[in-house]
């Protein structure tokens, strides 16, 4: 294979993406004097990265298929912009040999590999084929139809992100994960294809960073483990591994380099592999740049992307591969709830900063919203140290002191990982946190009791003390709802202090930073976060139907009768009208059920007061 | 003890009395009435006002030395509801069913009287079985001014608002009837002239409570509701949001911006004298009283018993007068009298600082026209026009307790320390004028004064009077708004000196005659 070896100088470059990778290639082109184009969604069209880049061009419409996947406008929107090269990121287009063809058809540069290299490697199943024929180890592949030994991995053959992945324990039942599989595959990759491996235990993710110019030279940048992962998907991931000997990563460098070699290909690249002792198996290629790579950038001290820039215009590498220095954890901020099967949350994030010595790769910033079309990961918190657990800890401390406000988010999780000891004396693999329970009871009272005082220093009156009694026959209470759990706290207005409440706690003076958006209440400390919800002073009365028989309520003539005896009907329904002083007056139903009686028919008059019809609740409760 | 230790105690004292008014009724009949579903009246007023507001209770301790329970059965303050200052009165239903007595009455009608002199609207949460029976001849017939305050208010454009918690029957039911807006509670208030007992013996008709004044009926059928509420916390809720509505504006001046004194009012505590015989240096209290402890002090050099200047408080400008030496001879009623009206001409408030033991007696004072001059400054204090608010830091005694406008002077709020003690005059003076007295009656009839009789005489009315000049018994009396802690007292003239805002702040036009 020869490779295609570029001169063209890349002057302005189309970003593909959005949020957290958009802006951070929107850096290294900076700093390189590149120009950049961002693209841009309906939702994001106030996001950080269309404010950061030189021009930016709308994708009309929300959701990824009208927009981030739509290679068609994303190469007009290049062309448009006079954008002379097209990075693509990581997610949406990345792995797209059809977009990468296009963009190269219209005359700009791909920023990735050629796009036979991503397409030799999109199909799982041919992919693990190749690999084996070029030496590198690779799990046997078991025929769906005749499995017989459990337990076993069913993977879509197209797929990524754990979708159309599926772990069978027993015969019992695989024949339907097998079918669900695929149609979740057919769904979500346009392919139902899977296959299926021995499912590997308390295995461990390891992967290597590849970076191949077009001059032959291919380097293994070190390995990444990426072990600890919710439904598939990676939140914590290090750079070294723990589990890595200088043996394992002889073996582990070789066969990347070999696989990368096999397919000739050229730029940033990964080769994911499951290792468990000192064995390891081919898992797949990403034919791009990973979520994860800042690890490599701070124990290597490289920058990826300006690599990939670089090898496009036909840079050649150094024959020395940098050597590592010290160790790199990077958590990905997710605003989901944990607790609750990892929903996404959205809305509004009022306040995101995380302060000391991280790199901070993040989409968002204070007054961001996060939509419901795309990835709910608000950032990538990344600490290097000379030691890894001077690295979790530095990490550690970042993320509990970081704001977070207004989105429910895993921070409090990913802290716990960090201080974990299985974590810390490198016991990872990819059952991590089911094989621990993260779940963890917090007592909220001095986090209400911060929030109260804060919220009653805002309420002063000129210079009078707050909450002033002469004669004082309660002490005031503030609720609050921290999640479900009610939270009541008695406190003293006279030690009310605005924004940072200091407490005595157990002798031990404790800082509570209160910021408060609407009804909610954020209170961040050294003890952790907790986010709580103002419970009104005054519950608002329901709008309260009458209940009851539904009654004329004035005197009239019934001029329509729009049901029917044993009608099933919904709240707020028709049930008749009447005429009175010449104005039409509907009488509706109060509530959903079934008409069991209808007391009055057409043209009959019908004083104030009279019951007309009788709506019975669904239960046969009259209503 | 030491001046600190003193009062300490003495404020102690103060507590305990307080904590007889909060017990209400006692456990027994809190507890039932919390089973009931139903908050006790100061739970209801603190639901009722601001959250983190101040709320000034007023006659805290009415009826205290007398047959009935320290509160008189209801409480009633000030404070801000939805961000308006209101006068608030609020049966206690746990005391004998909320039933008025004597006192009771005194306590609401100064309430009464607090919001129509100083434009405050009046928010009434009623639960009252009516009248105490056995005192009801005491009550029947000044206790129609009731009502009438209720329509005089409304026709001084000060609204009223009243939110039925319980029983509002026979003359109760007028309380509703003569509001702007009545609050009902559904299955919980009950308003009507006669209750089903009396409809039967008046009409024979047989009825029951909730056709005859049930809310419900009161808010669909007679229109004598304007809410019905679901509960008590919604009666509350609908009160706050009536008072919203009312696009409330206070008509005095804005107070400027605040600047805290320069001295602690803890140490208000070591200045007060432990024996009232020992007078106290007044500018040491104003110090601790006024903004940026700035107080420009009117003629220092002439009349300086009395201390006479100008400061702010909480912003608002004030004229201040406060005994410095008790007694009040010539030179300070002149300088007071001069004073009052300076302030009259400049729309500021007065605020007296009591320890006075009267004007000086004695043929020299006479004969310099004490009684002229101690007349001019009673007639610019009754004729005066700018609020006045009276704090009786210790003795106020004799004339002494008019000139320095004692209750009779009509201060739109007055406030007594807990060391405080007023008199016609001194215990062991009266007692020695009456042993005096005593003396020559019998010499005139030429008998022997019994000594021993004299003596006997002398300790008991020392201490009769020694007791009825004490703060609680002149506050049972409702002689005071209630009994301060001295270190409350910045706090309690800024919530007045606001109050008072809420109308207009005019001087007097004219006095009466002053005798020169």
Redesign the interface.
């Known amino acids: 294979m020869t490779p295609v070896i570029k001169t063209r100088l890349i002057k302005t470059l189309l970003i593909a993406n959005r949020g957290e990778i958009a802006r951070r290639i929107i850096r290294t082109c900076n700093a390189s004097g590149i120009r950049t184009v961002a693209v841009f969604s309906d939702p994001d069209a106030d996001a950080p990265h269309v404010r950061e880049a030189d021009f930016a061009v709308r994708l009309p419409g929300a959701s990824p298929a009208e927009t981030y996947l739509r290679a068609d406008l994303l190469v007009e929107a290049a062309t448009m912009a006079g954008a002379d090269a097209v990075h693509p990121g990581y997610g949406f287009l990345s792995e797209n040999a059809d977009f990468a063809r296009k963009v190269q058809a219209a005359g700009l540069t791909w920023v990735g590999p050629e796009p036979d290299s991503i397409e030799s490697m999109g199909s799982k199943v041919a992919a693990k084929k190749r690999m084996a024929a070029a030496g590198v180890p690779t799990l046997p592949e078991l025929d769906p139809e005749t499995v017989t030994e459990f337990p076993v991995l069913i993977k879509a053959s197209a797929g990524g992100g754990g979708r159309g992945m599926r772990i069978v324990r027993e015969k019992a039942g695989f024949a339907d994960a097998l079918a669900s599989a695929r149609r979740e595959a057919e769904s979500a990759f346009g392919d139902p294809t899977v296959f299926c491996e021995p499912l590997l235990e308390h295995a461990r993710h390891v992967e290597v960073q590849i970076l191949a110019d077009t001059h032959g030279t291919v380097w293994a940048l070190g390995e990444r483990e990426c072990s600890i992962q919710r439904r598939h998907q990676k939140i914590v991931e290090e750079s070294p591994s723990p589990a890595v000997t200088d043996d394992v990563r002889k073996r582990l460098f070789a066969a990347a380099t070999a696989a990368a070699e096999s397919i000739g290909y050229v730029g940033a690249g990964t080769v994911e592999f499951m290792l468990k002792g000192e064995d390891f198996h081919f898992l797949e290629v990403n034919t791009r740049l990973q979520v994860e790579h800042p690890v490599t950038e701070l124990v290597h001290g490289v920058d990826l992307v300006e690599w990939q820039l670089r090898i496009a215009e036909g840079a050649a590498l150094p024959v020395e591969v940098p050597e590592p220095r010290g160790h790199a954890i990077e958590v990905r901020l997710y605003a989901e709830d944990p607790a609750n099967d990892w929903r996404p949350a959205s809305g509004t994030l009022h306040r995101f900063h995380v302060p000391g010595d991280i790199r901070l790769d993040s989409g968002v910033e204070d007054g961001s919203v996060v939509s419901v079309h795309y990835d709910p990961m608000l950032a990538k918190v990344i600490a290097c140290a000379p030691t890894r657990r001077a690295a979790a800890r530095k990490l550690a401390t970042a993320l509990e002191s970081a704001r977070i406000h207004g989105l429910i988010t895993n921070r409090q999780l990913l802290v716990d990982i960090l201080e974990h000891d299985a974590f810390l004396n490198g016991d990872t693999h990819t059952g991590f946190l089911t094989e621990h329970d993260f779940t963890r009871t917090f007592d909220p009272q001095p986090f209400a009791l911060a929030a109260a005082l804060a919220q ?1 220093a805002g ?13 004082r ?2 002490q ?1 209470r503030a609720r609050f709802l921290f999640g479900e759990e009610p939270v009541e706290v008695e406190y003293d ?1 006279a030690q ?1 202090t605005p924004d940072v409440v200091t407490l005595d706690l157990d002798g031990v003076r404790t800082p509570f930073h209160v910021a408060r958006y609407g009804d909610l209440i954020e209170v961040d400390s050294p003890r952790g976060s907790v986010t709580l919800k103002v419970v009104p ?3 608002e ?1 329901e709008t309260k139907l009458a209940p009851g028989a539904t009654i004329a309520p004035m005197p009239g003539t019934v001029v329509r009768v729009s049901v029917q005896q044993g009608d099933q009907v919904e709240a707020g329904a028709e049930l008749l009208v009447l005429e009175a002083m010449k104005m039409e007056h509907r009488v509706l139903a109060t509530s959903a059920g079934t008409v069991t009686e209808l007391l009055v028919e057409k043209a009959q008059q019908v004083n104030a007061g009279d019951v007309l019809a009788v709506v019975a609740g669904k239960n046969g409760d009259e209503q | 003890m030491g001046n600190r230790e003193a009062l300490l105690a003495k404020i102690a004292g103060l507590d305990a009395e307080h904590a007889k008014a909060l017990a209400g009724g006692g456990p027994k009949y809190v507890e039932r009435h919390h089973k009931r579903g139903k908050l006790l009246a100061r739970e209801r007023v603190e639901l009722l006002v601001d959250e983190d507001s101040p709320f000034l209770e007023l006659s805290p301790l009415a009826a205290w030395g007398t047959d009935f329970p320290v509160g008189a059965s209801v409480v009633t303050g000030i404070g801000r509801i939805e961000g308006v200052e209101c006068v608030i009165v609020a049966n206690d239903p746990t005391v004998r069913g909320g039933s008025s007595n004597p006192y009771t009455l005194r306590k609401s009608l100064r309430a009464n009287d607090i919001a129509l002199q100083n434009r405050l609207p009046l928010v009434s949460l009623v639960e009252s079985g009516g009248a105490d029976l056995p005192t009801q001849s005491e009550i029947f017939i000044p206790g129609g001014r009731a009502f009438r305050d209720l329509t005089r208010l409304s026709a001084a454009g000060i609204p009223t608002i009243t939110a039925v918690f319980g029983n509002a029957t026979a003359g109760g039911a007028y309380v509703p009837g003569m509001s702007d807006y009545a609050i009902m509670i559904k299955d919980r208030s009950k308003v009507f002239l006669g209750g089903p007992p009396l409809v039967k013996m008046a009409t024979g008709e047989d009825s029951d409570d909730e056709s005859l004044g049930g809310a419900s009926m009161h808010g669909a059928t007679s229109g004598l509701a304007d809410f019905v509420a679901e509960d008590e916390t919604d009666a509350i809720r609908l009160a706050r949001r009536v008072v919203a509505r009312l696009n409330w504006r206070k008509l005095g001046p804005e107070p400027a911006p605040v600047e805290e004194p320069l001295f602690d009012a803890e140490s208000i505590l070591d200045i007060v004298s432990e024996d009232q015989r020992v007078p106290f240096d007044p500018r040491d209290v104003i110090a601790r009283l006024v903004d940026g402890s700035v107080f420009d002090e009117f003629k220092p050099l002439y009349g300086n018993s009395l201390v006479t200047g100008w400061a702010r408080m909480h912003g608002y400008p004030v004229g201040i007068l406060a005994n410095a030496r008790g007694v009040l001879f010539s030179e300070e009623s002149q300088k007071a009298t001069q004073f009052i009206q300076l302030a009259n001409q400049s729309d500021t408030p007065l605020v007296f600082l009591q320890n006075t033991t009267g004007y000086m007696v004695g043929a020299q004072y006479e004969q310099g026209g004490i009684v002229k001059h101690g007349s001019m400054m009673i007639n610019a204090v009754s004729n005066s026009r700018v609020p006045h608010l009276t704090i009786t830091m210790g003795a106020s005694y004799g004339a002494g307790n008019y000139g320095m406008c004692g209750r009779a002077y009509d201060p739109r709020f007055l406030f007594t320390w807990p060391n405080a003690k007023s008199a016609v005059m001194g215990p062991a003076q009266l007692a020695g004028v009456l042993s005096i007295v005593g003396r020559q009656a019998a010499m005139a009839k030429g008998q022997e004064y019994n000594e021993e009789h004299d003596a006997a005489m002398r300790r008991m009315v020392e201490a009769q009077i020694e007791e009825q000049s004490l703060a609680p018994f002149l506050s049972g009396k409702l002689y005071d708004d209630g009994v301060i802690d001295p270190r409350d007292t910045r706090t309690v003239l800024g919530v007045c000196l606001s109050a008072v805002h809420s109308g207009p702040i005019k001087g007097a036009d004219g006095f009466g005659v002053f005798r020169m």
């Open positions: 009653a309420r002063r009156i000129g210079h009078l003390p707050l909450g002033w009694r002469n004669v026959s309660q005031p207005p009310a002073r005054f519950p009365p």
